[in-house]
């Protein structure tokens, strides 16, 4: 019997099968029963019941990309808060006062962005 | 028995759960938006409407399957996946009692945050593959709305961690036997269910998805069962995050009389009525206050949340005096976003 460390990851990777497995008897029960009457109307994408112009390719405004460095940003130092979390008690007050001068120092970017506009929706 | 057909049963026995409760909720949420709204909701189908959602599945299946001539096939086609799979992945770690969970893991929470993340990619996948404007329109807005309200929700959890230092779901239920979280981090709390709205793309967050916008956003081109799996993922959705909700807030199954499994699904319920309540009250946001209220308020509320904590179990505070700086700082939250200005109208 292998130990619990893999027991509990393949059932996650049972999960994820019998998950798919789902999704995918869901389609071939729908593929079986419901009708095929393709025409080259249906497989028109949808604009408003007009015919669409152009392809789907539009300009995604520069904003987007903003928040999302932002948020690498903010994401990485979760990554770095959980095992500290755990931890910070019994490391005694000076891990904790680290941790507060290294969120300090990333609300000092926030605040930055916040400062330059980045935040701003517009 | 083996622990190979142990773990299968389990999540099986899980997937059927979770089937019959969406069923069930998706009654549960037409009937009770429908009183809410003084209208019956629906009535024909069965006493009280109750056959409603299966009769709707069962169409669903029946659909004919639809794909635009131009859309990126494996996009298109693999989508329902990447958005179902890491929603269900979520229970395989969310414990309903000590014993009813099927794999209790060490880094439980850390591992919840970790697939819960995923599924935002099948929602991309969907809006770019459809070939679609107002589909690529809504996946860009749901990205920039899941990633932004992420944030909070993840550092609203952090602060359960530091409380309990655990990852482990059941060692921070057990935790809460006599006080659950709730009334130590009412601020974790409001935060937390919050961000989960948003992430659940539920009103007031349901920018992505707006019909009278971007008529219904990335999955405006699926019909039929493709259609009806991101349903189903996002009433899946639900019940997982009111389900993380109840254990590490309000405490599981821990509290007395009601068998523990009977305990978690009165709280995980109760939280899904209020979501619902939510929405059948709340009007939808503009996205320019949406994102304002992730970065301007809630971000560095959630740090708030997690000093106070974090000073509260290094030096020992009586419990009554977080509690009370915190349900403060929730009423300061409520405060300003009571007067919170719109942003500039242009």
């Given at each position: 019997m292998p130990g619990e460390y893999a027991i509990n990851y393949t059932a996650v990777l049972v999960a994820a099968g019998l998950g798919g497995g789902l999704v995918a008897f869901l389609f071939i029960i729908s593929y079986l029963l419901a009708p095929h009457h393709y025409s080259e109307e249906k497989a028109i994408s949808y604009e408003c019941g007009m015919l669409p112009m152009g392809r789907f390719w539009s300009q995604i405004h520069v904003r987007y990309y903003i928040f999302a460095i932002l948020f690498m940003i903010f994401d990485v130092e979760t990554v770095f808060l959980y095992p500290w979390a755990v931890t910070f008690v019994s490391l005694g007050p000076a891990a904790f006062f680290e941790m507060v001068i290294f969120i300090l120092v990333l609300l000092f970017g926030l605040a930055y962005a916040w400062k330059k506009g980045a935040l701003a929706w517009r | 028995m083996p622990w190979y057909v142990d773990i299968t049963a389990r999540v099986g026995a899980m997937l059927i759960f979770l089937i019959l409760t969406v069923l069930a909720l998706v009654w549960l949420e037409r009937k009770f938006a429908g009183r809410i709204q003084m209208r019956l909701g629906p009535m024909r189908t069965g006493y009280q409407g109750l056959l409603q959602s299966l009769a709707d599945a069962v169409k669903l299946l029946l659909k004919e399957d639809l794909r635009p001539a131009n859309a990126d096939r494996w996009a298109f086609q693999m989508a329902p996946f990447v958005v179902f799979v890491p929603i269900f992945l979520i229970f395989v770690t969310i414990p309903f009692s000590r014993e009813l969970v099927i794999r209790n893991l060490d880094m439980g929470l850390f591992y919840?945050?970790?697939?819960?993340?995923?599924?935002?990619?099948?929602?991309?996948?969907?809006?770019?593959?459809?070939?679609?404007?107002?589909?690529?329109?809504?996946?860009?807005?749901?990205?920039?709305?899941?990633?932004?309200?992420?944030?909070?929700?993840?550092?609203?959890?952090?602060?359960?961690?530091?409380q309990a230092s655990s990852l482990n779901l059941v060692t921070i239920v057990e935790q809460q036997r006599f006080l659950p979280n709730l009334f130590m981090q009412p601020l974790g709390f409001t935060l937390f269910m919050v961000a989960a709205l948003a992430e659940l793309h539920r009103s007031p967050f349901d920018i992505p998805v707006a019909e009278s916008e971007v008529?219904?956003?990335?999955?405006?081109?699926?019909?039929?069962?493709?259609?009806?799996?991101?349903?189903?993922?996002?009433?899946?959705?639900?019940?997982?995050?009111?389900?993380?909700?109840?254990?590490?807030?309000?405490?599981?199954?821990?509290?007395?009389?009601?068998?523990?499994?009977?305990?978690?699904?009165?709280?995980?319920?109760?939280?899904?009525?209020?979501?619902?309540?939510?929405?059948?009250?709340?009007?939808?946001?503009?996205?320019?206050?949406?994102?304002?209220?992730?970065?301007?308020?809630?971000?560095?509320?959630?740090?708030?949340?997690?000093?106070?904590?974090?000073?509260?179990?290094?030096?020992?505070?009586?419990?009554?005096?977080?509690?009370?700086?915190?349900?403060?700082?929730?009423?300061?939250?409520?405060?300003?976003?009571?007067?919170?200005?719109?942003?500039?109208?242009?």
């Open positions: - | 919840i945050i970790a697939v819960s993340g995923l599924s935002i990619v099948g929602i991309v996948m969907a809006g770019w593959g459809s070939d679609n404007k107002y589909a690529l329109l809504g996946a860009v807005r749901s990205a920039a709305q899941m990633i932004s309200y992420e944030l909070p929700l993840v550092l609203a959890l952090l602060g359960i961690a530091m008529v219904g956003g990335p999955f405006i081109e699926y019909s039929g069962i493709r259609w009806g799996i991101f349903y189903l993922s996002e009433y899946v959705n639900l019940v997982a995050v009111a389900a993380l909700a109840s254990l590490v807030f309000l405490g599981g199954w821990e509290w007395p009389l009601l068998p523990p499994a009977a305990w978690f699904l009165v709280k995980t319920f109760a939280l899904i009525m209020v979501i619902m309540w939510v929405r059948a009250t709340l009007p939808r946001l503009r996205i320019d206050q949406l994102m304002d209220f992730a970065w301007k308020i809630l971000l560095p509320l959630a740090f708030v949340n997690i000093f106070i904590v974090g000073l509260y179990r290094l030096y020992q505070w009586p419990t009554w005096t977080v509690s009370l700086i915190s349900l403060a700082m929730a009423i300061v939250a409520a405060a300003t976003v009571y007067h919170f200005p719109g942003g500039e109208r242009r």
